[in-house]
């Protein structure tokens, strides 16, 4: 009830849009690592088995944590693990003891370690994810929210980047796809089923993810890419029309980076209820937003903001919260742009207009604030306001002051760059700097920073 509360007030707060984000950006990591202390961890893998039970909609899991310390360290590491009750620990095979201290765990060393040393954290858990797992009623799906740590113990800091393994044990009529690419799919003899990915590529926790369910599937292959769909509404003809511009889609996108998309495929599912989020190769949404696309071929856009996550979000991700403009405000205006490629001038224009009215209205609330927030500890609806509408905002007004070409030109020599890595507003200042006159230089250091 809870759940169904949180996200009938979420969506009422953003607009189809402005849909995805972490919903809960982990206020004790975000402010306890700024950015000029070196974290101790380097974290390099998850290797995760992870059993839910829909009838209680628990989980139970194991996970084996390969990370390289940065730093020496005399006492104790700090994870972040959300609501998980550790049932075992073990440091490189070695019985340890962990503490619990809020959203964050802490793992006691037997014995002071060293900076360049590699280590193996293992940790057996059990816990009833408060949103970042849902287990909708009909126990037909499982899907996972962004919050990752309420269902596997890691780092939720979005700049550390990792690689997984996934092994999840399901019911054996579910279908299932997840970030990363399926390595095997195996009949238990309980009747159950596991699905095993591999996620090579580091990535941020935020965006490892999975679905699962009663679903019917689509598959499709453009001469580049694979396209998988999911749904328990829609059957395949449907789930073809809903997400028919996608390859369009990554093309564009492709184009305007000037980097390609990372993955052999790309996997969208329609699940009970969601605002939209982005996973690493997949997207999810609701079924509701799937009847409107078909009703309204025009919708598409939190499909382009969802697509434009997998180079604005995903592989150039903000290295914390604090710039999660580089990351919402991009994908909100570069799915605007899309809209203006697919359908025409006009459409994109009523995205900027959006925008500007809603700019207008926190100025004259006086809650305009600048996009590089000073901590993002509790933001309102209109700190989210400023990072997506007033983020887009600025990101037009850019390409008006700039033109087409030297706009287009910073906007891909900011993303080749940086992709793959995390990134704050001197990265994206620094490459914009590179093709605009210097005149540029006041308006943009005060819309990112305010004025000085
Ligand atoms: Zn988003």
Redesign the pocket.
Same mark, same amino acid.
């Given at each position: 009830m809870n759940t169904h509360r949180r996200y009938c007030s979420v969506a009422l707060l953003c607009s189809a849009l402005?849909?995805?984000?972490p919903q809960n950006p982990p206020a004790a990591v975000a402010s306890s690592t700024p950015a000029d202390t070196v974290n101790p961890i380097d974290l390099l893998h998850y290797d995760i088995q992870l059993q839910p039970d829909l009838a209680t909609a628990t989980v139970r899991g194991r996970v084996v944590l390969r990370l390289r310390l940065q730093a020496d360290v005399a006492d104790h590491l700090l994870l972040d693990s959300d609501g998980l009750a550790i049932d075992a620990a073990r440091l490189d095979g070695e019985a340890v003891t962990t503490l619990a201290a809020g959203k964050q765990l802490q793992v006691m060393l037997p014995r002071p370690r060293q900076r360049g040393e590699l280590l193996d954290i293992e940790l057996r858990y059990h816990g009833k994810p408060r949103f970042g797992l849902q287990f909708p009623a009909d126990q037909a799906q499982l899907y996972t929210i962004f919050s990752t740590q309420q269902w596997v113990p890691g780092i939720a800091r979005p700049g550390e980047r990792a690689g997984f393994d996934l092994r999840v044990i399901l019911p054996g009529d579910f279908g299932a796809a997840a970030s990363g690419e399926l390595v095997s799919s195996e009949n238990l003899d309980s009747g159950r089923q596991i699905f095993h990915w591999r996620q090579t590529r580091p990535i941020p926790a935020y965006v490892m993810g999975f679905v699962a369910g009663k679903f019917d599937s689509a598959q499709w292959y453009d001469d580049t890419l694979f396209f998988n769909a999911y749904s328990a509404s829609l059957g395949q003809e449907e789930l073809r029309r809903v997400f028919a511009d996608s390859s369009d889609m990554l093309a564009y996108f492709a184009r305007r980076a000037g980097v390609a998309y990372p993955y052999r495929e790309y996997s969208q599912a329609l699940v009970s209820e969601t605002i #939209?989020q982005?996973l690493a190769g997949l997207a999810l949404y609701s079924d509701a937003y799937g009847r409107r696309v078909l009703e309204q071929p025009e919708s598409v856009g939190l499909i382009a903001?969802?697509a434009a996550?997998q180079w604005w #979000?995903n592989e150039v991700t903000c290295r914390d919260w604090t710039d999660f403009w580089l990351?919402?405000g991009f994908?909100?205006f570069m799915a605007a742009t899309y809209l203006e490629h697919r359908f025409g001038r006009e459409a994109y224009l009523r995205q900027v207009e959006g925008w500007r009215k809603r700019v207008d209205e926190l100025v004259a609330a006086g809650k305009d604030k600048p996009l590089h927030f000073a901590d993002w500890n509790q933001p309102s609806a209109d700190d989210r306001a400023v990072v997506?509408q007033k983020g887009a905002y600025f990101l037009h007004q850019l390409r008006e002051h700039l033109g087409e070409d030297a706009f287009w030109r910073g906007i891909a020599l900011y993303t080749k760059k940086h992709f793959g890595t995390a990134v704050d507003s001197a990265d994206f200042v620094a490459a914009m700097r590179a093709v605009a006159p210097a005149e540029h230089s006041g308006f943009i250091n005060a819309a990112i920073y305010g004025p000085r």
């Open positions: 402005a849909a995805c984000s #939209g982005e903001h969802e996550h #979000g990351n919402e994908a909100t997506y």
